[in-house]
């Protein structure tokens, strides 16, 4: 038997647990794809609703990757379970997103500094204003000096995440449509988890970051296919690692 807390999304099926750090894509077979790829003896601690989660070892430092679902809900209920009952300090989303500047291509990995956001997930905090989610600075700089180790084209920058993923574009004028709206303001990409994190992060006062790898690009029409969305990833897979082994001691 665990000694390890039960929660509606996370059973934990042995005593290893999780490590300080966890690295969340949103595809369960991404994760299994990290943990037998990546880590020194992988254990699944976790397989409720087929979101597998393994700990393993990395460079010699105990690492956990979990699947987080799609979209902000979902991120948002792993989150706070890891954060607040599972001694989880650090999470990184690794996971894919689209280019909404002529610069950032496909294959490029993009840290996103900030997360703007159409979804209502702040009002939970009741807040005045607005709320600016933003990622952890050392998350950051760590990065920012892994892409460098591994020659990677990287940007860092605002990043937005939607609620929406079909959204409904159709006789839309161009100056009016969202796309262009944050194309002009110069964020990098869209994604859908990455604000629910950073405030969740801030709320608990944790550490978030994504970084993702560019997979399609909105503006060319252009995209990687399934099975590299699922695999082809590894240099930001590597990089969110090395992050994972620097704040090991912080």
């Given at each position: ?6 929660t509606?999304h996370?059973n934990?099926q042995?005593?290893?647990?999780f490590?300080k ?7 369960p ?6 943990a ?5 003896n ?7 609703r ?5 700990t ?5 430092v105990?690492?956990?990757?979990m ?17 607040n009952?599972f001694g989880?300090e650090n ?23 900030g ?5 209502n ?9 607005t709320?600016?989610p ?5 998350l ?5 000096k892994?892409c460098?180790e ?15 993923f079909?959204g ?7 100056g009016?449509d969202?796309?262009y ?10 994604e859908?988890e ?5 405030m969740?992060?801030?709320?608990y ?6 970084i993702?790898t560019?997979?399609?690009h909105v503006l060319?029409?252009?995209e990687?296919?399934a ?11 590597k ?7 620097a704040m090991?001691?912080?």
């Amino acid at each position: 038997m665990s000694n390890f807390p039960s929660t509606p999304h996370i059973n934990i099926q042995d005593e290893i647990g999780f490590g300080k750090t966890v690295l969340m894509p949103g595809d369960p077979l991404r994760a299994r794809f990290i943990a037998e790829n990546f880590l020194e003896n992988p254990v699944l601690v976790n397989n409720v609703r087929g979101v597998n989660g393994y700990t393993g070892y990395y460079k010699g430092v105990k690492v956990s990757v979990m699947a987080s679902g799609m979209g902000m809900p979902a991120i948002g209920i792993y989150s706070h379970e890891l954060f607040n009952f599972f001694g989880v300090e650090n999470i990184i989303r690794v996971g894919s997103a689209g280019s909404i500047q002529e610069h950032v291509n496909l294959y490029d990995i993009v840290i996103g500094q900030g997360a703007c956001t159409d979804s209502n997930w702040a009002s939970q905090f009741h807040l005045p204003g607005t709320f600016a989610p933003i990622a952890n600075f050392d998350l950051i700089c760590e990065a920012v000096k892994a892409c460098q180790e591994h020659g990677a084209t990287y940007h860092v920058g605002n990043i937005n995440s939607s609620d929406v993923f079909y959204g409904d574009h159709v006789d839309v004028p161009e100056g009016l449509d969202s796309v262009y709206g944050l194309k002009k303001m110069g964020v990098l990409a869209l994604e859908m988890e990455a604000a629910a994190l950073y405030m969740n992060a801030a709320r608990y006062g944790k550490r978030g970051l994504c970084i993702c790898t560019i997979s399609d690009h909105v503006l060319k029409g252009v995209e990687t296919t399934a099975q590299e969305r699922q695999t082809a990833f590894t240099t930001m897979m590597k990089v969110a690692l090395d992050v994972a082994v620097a704040m090991e001691k912080k």
